[in-house]
């Protein structure tokens, strides 16, 4: 199993990016895929979660509202649209997986597999 996340970038406050977590070894339908982020000196942090196999999706209260994640399965890839971009959203952002179900999929230790993670820095 492969994951490579990409687009994050540096952007201003209230700006918008797209994150992606391409999968390879696997596939969407099978496992839950989960967005965390990692900011200096904080513990990771559960951002948001999706699962193909019981359609289900979740998210932080901390991006409710601001942040979206979706799948293509065609495409084996997970997308995580962040919008209303804030300073405190400053953070290496990774994408995980694991077998479907999970527990609780804002958990870190849910999951077996890590990308290498993507820079979002948000300036004010």
């Known amino acids: 199993v492969q994951l490579v996340e990409s687009g994050g970038d540096l952007v201003q406050a209230g700006g918008s990016l797209r994150l992606s977590c391409a999968a390879s070894?696997?596939?969407?339908?099978?496992?839950?895929i989960g967005w965390f982020r990692q900011a200096p000196g904080k513990e990771r942090e559960g951002v948001s979660c999706i699962s193909e196999s019981d359609h289900t999706i979740y998210y932080a209260d901390s991006v409710k509202g601001r942040f979206t994640i979706s799948s293509d399965v065609s495409k084996n890839t997970v997308y995580l649209q962040m919008n209303f971009l804030k300073p405190e959203d400053t953070a290496v952002y990774y994408c995980a997986a694991a077998v479907s179900p999970l527990d609780d999929g804002l958990r870190s230790s849910e999951y077996k597999f890590w990308g290498q993670g993507t820079q979002v820095t948000v300036s004010s």
């Open positions: 070894g696997l596939t969407l339908n099978t496992y839950d």
